[in-house]
Structures are given as C-alpha cells and as structure tokens.
C-alpha cells in the first residue's frame, strides 16, 4: 500500500510548501510515524522540500559548543547583545512576520543594525523599485488577465514548477477561459531551457547584451527610430528580430514580464531598473506589469516587516535617534566584510556558516532548525522549529500576499517567534534596560 493511503496516516489539507516562491497553499501534506510520507498536489521541488522534515533528538541549546539548558542561552545572548557596542540582526528572511516583529524590535532595543540577510534577496529589486517605481501585480491576476507572458533569463518550469499549472501560461483564468490556447509565452535567455522548449516566441542572447537589449526594446515601443548595425553590434540580436518581439508586447492586453528577484551587486540593480522603465513605457499604450519570481524564503515578508516597522525594506541602522536607511553601507555581507560589528543576532545558521567566520572578533548568537548542526565558532545557538512543517506563522508570497504556513508535525524545539519574544524579554527587562 502507498505511504500516502496507510490507514494510520495523518493528512493536512491547505498545508503550505515554501519550496520556492509560490508557497502552494494547496498542498495535501500526509503525515505517519512522525513524519511527512507525501505531499499531494506537490512538485518534485516541494515533495522534497516536505521530506526533508525529520527532527533529530539534538539539544535544543549550545553554548560555547557544549548543551545546555535554554534559559541559560537566553541569559548568555541577551548579555552579547546587550553589551555590544555595534550589534546586528540579519537573516529575518528565514523566518516568519511573527517572528522578524520580534527581531525589529530587539535591533531597536540594542540600538543595532538589522537587515533581511546576508544573501542579497530581492536587493536589486527594492533598490530598482525605490529608483523607478513599479507596476506589479497579485499572482491571481496574472493567472486571470495575462495573455502575455515573457521569461526574462528566468526558467520557472525548472525553479518554479507549479508556476504556470497555477498562474502562468497553463492557467484557466477569468479573461483567459481556454488557458493556454488565450496566451503567447516569450522568452528571452542565454541558451534554450525547460520553459523555452514550451514558448511560443524565443530569442537567445547573450548575458553582457541583457542591458542593450532592454533598452532597445524600450526605445523601439517608445517609437524612436534605431541604426540597424548599431543594434546588432550592441545586442547580437537583428533589429528585426527586435522589432518583432516589440509588436508582441504591444499587442498583448495584459503582459507580465517574469524575471529574476535579483542578486546584490550594482548590475543587477541596473538590470532591474531597466525592466521596471521598460514596463513603464510598455503600460502607457497597454497594460504591462513586473513579476520577480521569489525565493522559498519569506524575503518579501522581511522587506514588507522592515517597511512597515522602520520605513525602509533592507539595510537599516538603528543606533541613532531614527531609523537611517544605509543600501551601500549597512548590508549584512558589507557590515561583515569590514568588520563593523561585533555582535550578530542571526535567524539563519546557514548565513553564520558562510559569512560570520570572516568577522574576527564579533560574538555570534544564531538560531538553526531542527534539521541543521550547531554552528561552529557561536558563542550561543538555539535549536528551533523548521517553518512550515514543525512551526506555523506568516510568510509571504513572492506577490506580496500574506500566507499563513501551519505545523503538520510536532516539534520539541520552540517556533523562532517563541524564542526570541523570550530574548526581547530578558532585554527588555534586564537592570538599567529601562533607561535604554
């Protein structure tokens, strides 16, 4: 009998995946000796994302590398945080809304710097949209309106494997009742990929020719007048072959360009820059919206926390008498990079392992799900529920559409929120805090 259909198994309707970006709220997860045998309606991506919810008997504290009883961590972190000169919070990515509350409001408490994390997520977007402005959109609306679907150097039937069957080109909408058949698919890459082999439209370019390339296309929608041979010697690409694509995009009703969330470096951020002005010149004569395809993360729900608490989505110092955005300076990979800490609250393990090391001198308190090992060279680590399987809370679409992620599993391990409103605690109430 299949594991999925065993009479003693548990099943968790509207269970949510957080193997990419979608988080799937539709997923069937089915529970048997204290774990998740199958995942129905799941991807290969997210029925590996939910085998991988087993939790080990691990302590569920380290100090110094030795087990030792919560309470005592808690006392050791809040002593770090609180006498460190110039403290960081990061890795509020890796967690739910409930719980990057809580990390704001410790950063504000130690006067510190607080970020999303250490591995540039949805970077480049924020700052293109802070530069440009953005016309965005709901997931459910590209799955209603979109007749026009163009992957920018992004391969979602291999990343996002539910995106079309959900929202893309697959999707029976509401203006868009024979799914397929209503829509074009467009693609745009380096070389010919999963979601090219189902387009209807594929142009192949170069990586260094990304940027020529959008500004052609948006100076052809725009109605200038271009030099052929300047346009294939800056992009490889014929401008007829431009031309074309350009009559594609006007001629859609609703057009959605899918692209990368962005890495943090200075090109990307242009790259996104020019996407976003391109949409906006696509919209003055049609309807044209942007979609960075997210992580399985909750970045999107730390930069929406970080808006909301501080005014800012990233890259945000508290030492002084208000929050001060800082993008160039106040980064977690910059801030470690120069040393400019010496103090690190981390709600991500993994973003200590790779990036803490190099920071001589700075004392590490850092969180890890049940299924990662301590972390070596912390003076403090907190073993907590994995998010979405042994924890609920809130995360966020990569939309922008709050999803609440529910336990289908028991855990002896506390939820990150537990953890740390216990941190904010000690912090809060620690001789001389009020004077903070």
């Known amino acids: 009998m299949p594991q999925a259909h065993r009479l003693d198994a548990e099943q968790h309707p509207d269970s949510v995946c957080l193997g990419c970006g979608c988080l799937c709220d539709d997923i069937t997860a089915v529970v048997a000796d204290g774990r998740v045998v199958a995942a129905e309606h799941a991807c290969a991506r997210g029925e590996a994302w939910f085998a991988a919810s087993s939790e080990d008997a691990s302590p569920e504290c380290w100090i110094d590398g030795q087990p030792a009883a919560i309470d005592d961590g808690l006392d050791h972190a809040a002593a770090i945080l609180r006498n460190a000169r110039s403290p960081l919070v990061t890795g509020l990515d890796a967690v739910c809304v409930e719980a990057q509350r809580i990390a704001v409001a410790i950063a504000d408490r130690i006067r510190g710097f ?8 949805h970077e480049s977007s924020i700052h293109a949209a802070l530069e440009v402005g953005s016309v965005g959109c709901t997931l459910g609306e590209i799955r209603h309106r979109a007749d026009l679907v163009l992957a920018w150097f992004v391969d979602p039937v291999a990343t996002h494997p539910r995106f079309f069957e959900r929202y893309g080109v697959d999707a029976i909408g509401e203006f868009v009742p024979r799914g397929r058949a209503d829509r074009r698919l467009c693609v745009i890459d380096e070389h010919e990929t999963a979601t090219a082999a189902q387009s209807d439209h594929l142009l192949l370019l170069k990586r260094d020719r990304r940027l020529a390339a959008l500004w052609t296309v948006r100076a052809i929608v725009a109605g200038l007048s271009l030099d052929p041979h300047t346009v294939a010697r800056l992009t490889g690409v014929s401008l007829e072959q431009w031309n074309t694509l350009a009559r594609l995009l006007l001629d859609a009703r609703y057009g959605v360009i899918l692209h990368d969330a962005g890495a943090a470096d200075a ?10 002005h391109l949409v906006r010149v696509l919209s003055e004569r049609t309807r044209f919206v942007a979609a960075a395809l997210g992580s399985g993360n ?15 989505p ?13 993008p160039q300076e106040a980064t977690t990979s910059r801030l470690l990079d120069r040393g400019e800490v010496d103090a690190v609250l981390s709600l991500e393990g993994r973003l200590a392992l790779d990036s803490i090391e190099t920071s001589a001198g700075c004392s590490i308190v850092a969180l890890v799900e049940d299924d990662l090992d301590p972390v070596p060279n912390a003076q403090v680590v907190f073993r907590v529920a994995r998010l979405g399987t042994h924890a609920g809370g809130t995360v966020f679409r990569s939309d922008g559409v709050p999803i609440p992620a529910r336990a289908v599993l028991p855990s002896h391990a506390p939820a990150a929120q537990e953890l740390i409103a216990l941190l904010l605690d000690r912090l809060e109430h620690a001789p001389g805090a009020g004077d903070a």
Request: glycine fraction near 14%; avoid cysteine.
């Open 114 to 121: 607080v970020d999303a994390g250490g591995l540039g997520a």
């Open 267 to 276: 090109e990307a951020s242009i790259e996104s820059a020019a996407i976003l």
């Open 298 to 312: 909750n970045a999107k729900g730390a930069e929406q926390v970080l808006l909301w608490s501080t005014g800012y």
């Open 314 to 326: 990233a890259a945000v110092d508290l030492r002084g008498a208000v929050p001060a955005y800082q």
